[in-house]
């Protein structure tokens, strides 16, 4: 009698970004093929907050249930504080709830690699694949796909962002591109594509994309949502299904477990903190650790799993901005007359409802001078990272039409925040599961940000530069003091709260050389370090804990996505990267996607289409 409560050919632990892309291409490429998507979180077709793209601020709010809160270590080197670090928790994963915008990494992030196939000369056709760019600025680079379910955007800059454009530029120095997302440009400020369709105005999500379309022409494509798969079930060394846990909302006497087998394949695609201790609870990881927590047969022992934590740590910078800046203030204070405004708007596809608010970013590599005040630590990882890698940035910043934070923390008006990330922290973490049985247990996670001594001082350095950019706006108004370190006040550095110094400034004609650049002293320089220590946070960017390298080298999978000891075993999203990628992380799943599916169909004797 079989165990198992129902059968599929191939079964997808997760449905965000990677693995709604392989939903999609699978059932496409074989209507035959019975696929079964499991997702923890809700569906997400037409959800408001999902499709309408301003409402994305809502999904870090701490009564989200669109997101996990995974809650990190207590850490000195973020003064005690334990970081809380999101993770999609609904259809689409992360391309359903971030930020939307359109950043693609550096080629020499997919040759570093090297893997067989994962060169970035391989992996451009399947980017191209996935995306309809609709921006008219051409294709010089040959980079960009035109025919894709995913559309690519950019509408025309605000006020705001053409000021940051032009500030960026004519002080900062800093090169005015078309497009950074050439995989080959490391240092420039653009006005930023972003993941939405210009004309619906909608979020364009991986599920939107690539499931609900599939569903629609193809029965054989299942979805489960609600469901947290508890472990792969094995015969011997083969996948042959799950175990999971359905929570039906709203009611109480779940959640209810099943098993099902999966003819074919198992897929895990739920992420980089959710994906490795879903093969420790299937008896995958270290041999000593998992005998430790009391597991009776270990699959296969694989010390990586869990190891290799990385994101990119962010500062979000606010500061105050003219009356008559345009931003999304009003919307996140809730004012009834923008409610109603905006929604109409939307309903035609246009308005302030269809932005996220972030127009113009920059990618961003220190000069000559500004190197030699990054320290030593820093100065080495230059040398070993980047000195020979001019595609790589050492940063990522742009300007957000509004304050980020809970809005009643400051007074009513209207903000925008600079953010920055750094590209390739050398902080490294990791993720290992605390009971085999509980899944509400929280895992022991560390995300180790800032441990490295080469962390801290670009921080420094872009929370500098990033002020000295604003001051030169002219609808900058000063500081927000609770955004900022806390300077004494007969500093020179003594933030300039509700500064009218731009007031008057005159559009036509730079004034910039009349604001001169703040001097720091060394106090200054530790407050500002105190600062990022009790502030810096995660960019949602996590990867890395199931890396694909060789076995030896604490490797979990195989250029094929292969469990390493298994068979009928992938696991596809974004912790098989071996490496950090200088940029938002969602081309590079859903480029993760496009290759497992075609990966997938090969082992099948398919066609990818």
Not at 137 to 158: A, C, M, N, Y
Not at 348 to 354: A, L, Q, S, V, Y
Not at 452 to 476: I, N, Q, T
Not at 543 to 551: D, I, V
Request: net charge negative; hydrophobic share 35%.
């Amino acid at each position: 009698m079989s165990i198992f409560d129902r059968e599929v050919d191939i079964i997808i632990c997760g449905g965000g970004s990677a693995g709604s892309v392989i939903a999609g291409r699978l059932a496409r490429a074989d209507p035959s093929l019975e696929i079964l998507v499991i997702e923890a979180g809700m569906n997400n077709l037409d959800h408001p907050k999902v499709i309408k793209p301003a409402m994305y601020l809502s999904h870090i709010a701490p009564n989200s249930d669109t997101a996990f809160f995974h809650l990190g270590r207590k850490s000195e080197h973020l003064n005690g504080r334990a970081p809380i670090v999101p993770t999609g928790k609904i259809l689409g994963g992360g391309s359903s709830i971030n930020f939307m915008m359109y950043t693609r990494a550096s080629g020499s992030d997919y040759d570093d690699w090297k893997q067989p196939g994962w060169s970035a000369e391989d992996l451009v056709p399947l980017m191209k694949k996935t995306e309809t760019f609709h921006t008219e600025i051409g294709d010089p680079g040959l980079v960009h796909g035109f025919e894709g379910p995913l559309h690519i955007s950019r509408k025309q800059t605000g006020k705001l962002g053409e000021e940051f454009f032009k500030v960026l530029h004519e002080y900062g120095g800093i090169p005015q591109h078309l497009d950074l997302q050439d995989f080959k440009s490391g240092h420039g400020v653009q006005r930023w594509d972003k993941w939405i369709n210009p004309i619906t105005g909608r979020r364009s999500d991986a599920a939107h994309g690539f499931i609900h379309p599939a569903m629609r022409e193809n029965s054989n494509l299942q979805l489960l949502v609600h469901t947290r798969v508890k472990k792969v079930l094995f015969e011997d060394n083969v996948a042959e299904g799950v175990e999971c846990l359905t929570e039906i909302p709203g009611d109480p006497t779940g959640p209810y477990s099943q098993s099902i087998k999966a003819r074919k394949m198992v897929v895990i695609s739920a992420g980089a903190i959710s994906s490795p201790q879903i093969l420790q609870r299937s008896g995958i990881g270290s041999k000593g650790f998992l005998e430790k927590l009391g597991v009776q047969k270990v699959i296969s022992d694989l010390p990586g799993v869990g190891q290799n934590y990385q994101d990119h740590q962010l500062l979000l910078i606010p500061y105050k901005a003219s009356d008559d800046t345009e931003s999304l203030d009003e919307l996140l204070r809730a004012e009834p007359s923008t409610l109603v405004r905006w929604e109409d708007d939307f309903t035609r596809g246009e308005g302030g409802m269809t932005s996220n608010w972030v127009d113009v970013s920059a990618k961003v590599r220190p000069n000559v001078e500004e190197l030699k005040g990054l320290g030593p630590d820093f100065q080495q990882a230059w040398k070993d990272m980047f000195a020979d890698a001019p595609d790589k940035p050492v940063a990522v910043t742009g300007i957000v039409g509004c304050y980020t934070g809970d809005p009643l923390e400051v007074p009513k008006g209207k903000y925008f925040t600079v953010f920055s990330y750094s590209a390739y922290p050398l902080s490294m973490g990791y993720v290992n599961i605390t009971s085999l049985e509980d899944l509400d247990s929280p895992p022991d996670f560390d995300p180790k940000f800032l441990s490295s001594p080469a962390d801290l001082s670009p921080h420094v350095w872009m929370y500098k530069r990033g002020r000295e950019w604003c001051r030169r706006l002219p609808s900058f108004r000063g500081e927000v003091e609770v955004g900022h370190p806390k300077f004494a006040t007969n500093s020179a550095a003594y933030c300039n709260i509700g500064s009218d110094q731009n007031k008057n400034y005159d559009e036509n004609s730079s004034k910039s050389e009349e604001i001169q650049d703040i001097i720091y002293s060394e106090e200054d320089d530790k407050v500002i370090e105190d600062h990022i220590r009790n502030t810096l946070q995660t960019t949602w960017h996590s990867l890395g804990t199931l890396a694909m390298k060789p076995r030896e080298k604490g490797g979990v999978v195989d250029s094929c996505l292969n469990v390493y000891g298994t068979r009928h075993l992938k696991v596809a999203d974004l912790s098989i990267c071996p490496g950090n990628v200088g940029a938002n992380t969602n081309s590079t799943a859903l480029m993760i996607g496009e290759k497992a599916a075609v990966l997938i169909l090969e082992d099948l004797g398919l066609v990818a289409l």
